[in-house]
């Protein structure tokens, strides 16, 4: 394995196939960076008896409702969504590899047909992460009850054993996806195959890990560095007049 290739293979690829851009966008779920809530709690336009006299006002607690379901609603859209899109990536990958063309509809039927397994896969994996996060955080918890010290060492166990599980499972979730949509096997026979595949080839599993883990860093944080330099003028703006800033 050539850990150089796969990482030009997917930065060119990426920049020649645009159709991959709107399917990594939905597996990332369209979001983008938060600004902190209490950037401008100083210079709130109005008083604390304007504030209470708007709940004060029926119509602005169902807002208030209606904003949060609709929130709901789009995070449930965008996490079916990347789900699809998720399947339609590794087939576009597929595609990329065996000379075929590659078409945003036809990956993202390919993705469509696999959502269920895909879904029932994930939903795996969550539970047993928080199953196991839980297990962690109790004897982290006792060990600190019992004495301080006992806790502190502890850590010394916990984190590694989390920074493992962290591994183990993304290397599963990873592998079994892409078994579920290549080849078209079940759930469990998926996350079984991944177990052979992750020890068969646990070097190479482990350097590609590093090598994700490294870039999903640097692109975070070229994100967050590009979001600062564009939000600097709204800002700027925002110090001399609220509301437009918040429009703009």
């Not at 029926?58 to 399947?87: C, E, K, R, S, T």
């Not at 990873?174 to 177990?195: Q, T, Y």
């Not at 692109?219 to 709204?234: C, D, K, V």
């Given at each position: 394995?050539?850990?150089?290739?796969i990482v030009?293979?997917?930065?060119?690829?990426?920049?020649?196939?645009?159709?991959?851009?709107?399917?990594?966008?939905?597996?990332?779920?369209?979001?983008?960076?938060?600004?902190?809530?209490?950037?401008?709690?100083?210079?709130?336009?109005?008083?604390?008896?304007?504030?209470?006299?708007?709940?004060?006002?029926?119509?602005?607690?169902?807002?208030?409702?209606?904003?949060?379901?609709?929130?709901?609603?789009?995070?449930?859209?965008?996490?079916?969504?990347?789900?699809?899109?998720?399947?339609?990536?590794?087939?576009?990958?597929?595609?990329?590899?065996?000379?075929?063309?590659?078409?945003?509809?036809?990956?993202?039927?390919t993705g469509?047909?696999?959502?269920?397994?895909?879904?029932?896969?994930?939903?795996?994996?969550?539970?047993?992460?928080?199953?196991?996060?839980?297990?962690?955080?109790?004897?982290?918890?006792?060990?600190?009850?019992?004495?301080?010290?006992?806790?502190?060492?502890?850590?010394?166990?916990?984190?590694?054993?989390?920074?493992?599980?962290?591994?183990?499972?993304?290397?599963?979730?990873?592998?079994?996806?892409?078994?579920?949509?290549?080849?078209?096997?079940?759930?469990?026979?998926?996350?079984?195959?991944?177990?052979?595949?992750?020890?068969?080839?646990?070097?190479?599993?482990?350097?590609?890990?590093?090598?994700?883990?490294?870039?999903?860093?640097?692109?975070?944080?070229?994100?967050?560095?590009?979001?600062?330099?564009?939000?600097?003028?709204?800002?700027?703006?925002?110090?001399?007049?609220?509301?437009?800033?918040?429009?703009?």
């Amino acid at each position: 394995m050539k850990y150089g290739d796969i990482v030009s293979f997917g930065f060119k690829n990426g920049w020649k196939y645009k159709a991959l851009w709107v399917l990594g966008f939905l597996i990332s779920g369209g979001g983008g960076p938060n600004i902190p809530s209490n950037v401008y709690e100083d210079r709130l336009p109005f008083d604390q008896s304007t504030f209470r006299a708007w709940f004060d006002n029926p119509v602005v607690p169902l807002a208030i409702i209606g904003l949060i379901l609709a929130i709901f609603l789009l995070a449930v859209v965008f996490i079916v969504l990347g789900i699809i899109a998720n399947g339609g990536l590794i087939d576009a990958a597929r595609r990329i590899k065996n000379g075929e063309p590659v078409k945003l509809g036809s990956c993202f039927k390919t993705g469509a047909s696999f959502f269920w397994p895909l879904l029932g896969r994930g939903l795996l994996f969550f539970v047993i992460v928080f199953a196991l996060l839980i297990v962690l955080i109790l004897i982290g918890a006792i060990c600190f009850y019992v004495e301080m010290v006992l806790g502190f060492i502890s850590l010394l166990f916990l984190i590694p054993t989390l920074f493992v599980i962290i591994f183990v499972i993304s290397m599963l979730s990873l592998l079994s996806a892409r078994i579920i949509v290549l080849e078209g096997k079940p759930v469990f026979d998926s996350i079984s195959d991944s177990f052979s595949l992750l020890k068969n080839n646990f070097v190479a599993n482990v350097a590609y890990f590093f090598i994700e883990f490294g870039l999903s860093i640097a692109i975070g944080l070229a994100t967050m560095l590009l979001f600062i330099f564009l939000a600097i003028p709204f800002i700027a703006l925002g110090f001399v007049s609220l509301w437009p800033a918040i429009i703009l």
